[in-house]
T-cell receptor, first 113, second 113 residues
Framework: ELKVEQNPLFLSMQEGKNYTIYCNYS?????LYWYRQDPGKSLESLFV?????AVKQEGRLMASLDTKARLSTLHITAAVHDLSATYFCAVAPIGLNNNDMRFGAGTRLTVKP | DGGITQSPKYLFRKEGQNVTLSCEQNLNHDAMYWYRQDPGQGLRLIYYSQIVNDFQKGDIAEGYSVSREKKESFPLTVTSAQKNPTAFYLC????????????FGPGTRLTVL
C-alpha cells in the first residue's frame, strides 16, 4: 500500500528565511504533485513532477523529485507572509490504479514578520 | 469559464438523513474523484470514476454512494450509515491522460446536527 509522509507537519518561519519541506513515499511512482491550501479553501495545484530529477520553480517555491530515493522536496526561498498556507504532496502509484492518489498529511506553514 | 463547481457550499444534516453533494465539471475530464478532509488532516479518497457508468471505492467508501450517469457530473450521497460524516468534502477531476493532474472544486462543508 502506498504511504506518503510529509515533514515537518508544522513550520514557523521568519520572513526572509529559507526552508525545505520533505515528502517521502513508500512504493514506486512516477508522478508527484504539490498543492497549496489556504484556510477553509480548496486545493490549488502548484507543481506536477513526472520524472526522476524533475525540478520546477515558481516564484519563491521550488520542487524536485528523486524517484530512486522516493523523495520530493519543496524549497522555500526568502519566505514572505503570503506563503503562509498548508502544503500537501500527493503521489500516484504506477499501474492500473494510478487514479488512486495518496496525500501526505500536509505541512502547515506560518511565515512571521 | 472552465472549472469544477460544488454545491452547496455549506450543508447541515440531521442524524439519520441521507444527503447528496453535487459536483459538476465542464473541463471535459474523464475522471472524477471525491475526497474527505477532516480538520488538520490530509485528504482521503472516498470514490473515483474513470469513465461514465463506472466507479471504484477508495479507502473510506463505507457509508457513501456515488453515481456517474453523465461525464460532467459525479454526485456523492452521504448515507445514514456513515457514522461520522461531519467533514469538508472535495471533488476533483482529471483528464486521465498525461500528467493526470487533478483539479479541485471549492468544497462542501457538511455538519451533522
Amino acid at each position: 500500500e502506498l504511504k506518503v509522509e510529509q515533514n515537518p507537519l508544522f513550520l514557523s518561519m521568519q520572513e526572509g528565511k529559507n526552508y525545505t519541506i520533505y515528502c517521502n513515499y513508500s512504493t514506486t511512482s512516477d508522478r508527484l504533485y504539490w498543492y497549496r491550501q489556504d484556510p477553509g479553501k480548496s486545493l490549488e495545484s502548484l507543481f506536477v513532477l513526472l520524472s526522476n530529477g524533475a525540478v520546477k520553480q515558481e516564484g519563491r517555491l521550488m520542487a524536485s523529485l528523486d524517484t530512486k530515493a522516493r523523495l520530493s522536496t519543496l524549497h522555500i526561498t526568502a519566505a514572505v507572509h503570503d506563503l503562509s498556507a498548508t502544503y500537501f504532496c500527493a503521489v500516484a502509484p504506477i499501474g492500473l490504479n494510478n487514479n488512486d492518489m495518496r496525500f501526505g498529511a500536509g505541512t502547515r506553514l506560518t511565515v512571521k514578520p | 469559464d472552465g472549472g469544477i463547481t460544488q454545491s452547496p457550499k455549506y450543508l447541515f444534516r440531521k442524524e439519520g438523513q441521507n444527503v447528496t453533494l453535487s459536483c459538476e465539471q465542464n473541463l471535459n475530464h474523464d475522471a472524477m474523484y471525491w475526497y474527505r478532509q477532516d480538520p488538520g488532516q490530509g485528504l482521503r479518497l472516498i470514490y473515483y470514476s474513470q469513465i461514465v457508468n463506472d466507479f471504484q471505492k477508495g479507502d473510506i467508501a463505507e457509508g457513501y454512494s456515488v453515481s456517474r450517469e453523465k461525464k460532467e457530473s459525479f454526485p456523492l450521497t452521504v448515507t445514514s450509515a456513515q457514522k461520522n460524516p461531519t467533514a469538508f468534502y472535495l471533488c476533483a477531476s482529471s483528464n486521465n491522460r498525461g500528467s493526470n493532474e487533478q483539479f479541485f472544486g471549492p468544497g462542501t462543508r457538511l455538519t451533522v446536527l
